[in-house]
């Protein structure tokens, strides 16, 4: 009798692995991780949408607009396990002297992550998660002669900026530094349902700051 049970649960065990699989495999293809509703105003910015920016070294003005908007599911692979499950992308892009693109990944393991994208090739791209909104946070980071920090470094109450006060004002900011003195350190001042007021730049001792004039916002 105990033999036969035996022989029995041996044969059960790959049934059940088979089933276990087949239960994961489903699962990776209903998975989709949207953007969190609460991010939206953050990130979500659609044609119509401009903001008239000032250069306080030159003092030109910069009309940067949305000219693209596209939000889309993209289906996950599961033979790629960073691409596991499906999320939504949120992209739009600007005509700007400055700014490239806005970016936003609602597959992170942290609710999403937003980048935003510079002209810049050298400044490249910064980026905050979710959580680092409803959780203000800075994430500073040593490596062997290197320091990486990223995140949201300060909340303002208010924030005067060209005669306008802003409220809840997030210093989203990236400081990268090396042994040898090299240096990038990007701050964009931030408000919900308005964008960037603020962008501060820093490389190689060379200061750039974009100040919000006025703007026009479709979400």
């Not at 003195?181 to 974009?210: M, N, P, R």
């Given at each position: 009798?105990?033999?036969?049970?035996?022989?029995?649960?041996?044969?059960?065990?790959?049934?059940?692995?088979?089933?276990?699989?087949?239960?994961?495999?489903?699962?990776?293809?209903?998975?989709?991780?949207?953007?969190?509703?609460?991010?939206?105003?953050?990130?979500?910015?659609?044609?119509?949408?401009?903001?008239?920016?000032?250069?306080?070294?030159?003092?030109?003005?910069?009309?940067?607009?949305?000219?693209?908007?596209?939000?889309?599911?993209?289906?996950?692979?599961?033979?790629?396990?960073?691409?596991?499950?499906?999320?939504?992308?949120?992209?739009?892009?600007?005509?700007?002297?400055?700014?490239?693109?806005?970016?936003?990944?609602?597959?992170?393991?942290?609710?999403?992550?937003?980048?935003?994208?510079?002209?810049?090739?050298?400044?490249?791209?910064?980026?905050?998660?979710?959580?680092?909104?409803?959780?203000?946070?800075?994430?500073?980071?040593?490596?062997?002669?290197?320091?990486?920090?990223?995140?949201?470094?300060?909340?303002?109450?208010?924030?005067?900026?060209?005669g306008i006060s802003f409220n809840n004002?997030?210093?989203?900011?990236?400081?990268?530094?090396?042994?040898?003195?090299?240096?990038?350190?990007?701050?964009?001042?931030?408000?919900?349902?308005?964008?960037?007021?603020?962008?501060?730049?820093?490389?190689?001792?060379?200061?750039?700051?974009?100040?919000?004039?006025?703007?026009?916002?479709?979400?």
């Open positions: 009798m105990q033999f036969k049970s035996i022989a029995s649960i041996k044969l059960l065990l790959p049934l059940a692995g088979f089933l276990l699989l087949t239960m994961c495999k489903k699962e990776s293809e209903d998975k989709i991780y949207y953007i969190p509703t609460d991010f939206r105003p953050w990130v979500i910015y659609k044609p119509g949408t401009y903001w008239i920016y000032k250069n306080e070294i030159t003092g030109l003005q910069d009309c940067t607009y949305v000219n693209y908007y596209n939000d889309k599911v993209l289906p996950g692979s599961p033979k790629d396990s960073r691409w596991l499950y499906s999320a939504e992308i949120a992209e739009c892009a600007f005509s700007s002297s400055f700014l490239g693109s806005f970016t936003t990944d609602g597959s992170s393991y942290r609710g999403a992550y937003y980048k935003i994208f510079l002209k810049n090739p050298v400044l490249g791209e910064m980026g905050v998660y979710y959580d680092q909104i409803v959780h203000p946070s800075f994430e500073k980071y040593r490596g062997v002669g290197i320091i990486e920090n990223y995140g949201v470094d300060t909340v303002y109450l208010s924030e005067d900026v060209n004002v997030y210093d989203l900011r990236q400081e990268w530094i090396n042994s040898f003195g090299d240096s990038l350190v990007i701050s964009a001042h931030f408000v919900k349902s308005i964008g960037i007021i603020k962008l501060w730049t820093y490389i190689e001792k060379q200061d750039t700051t974009w100040t919000l004039v006025r703007w026009n916002v479709i979400q």
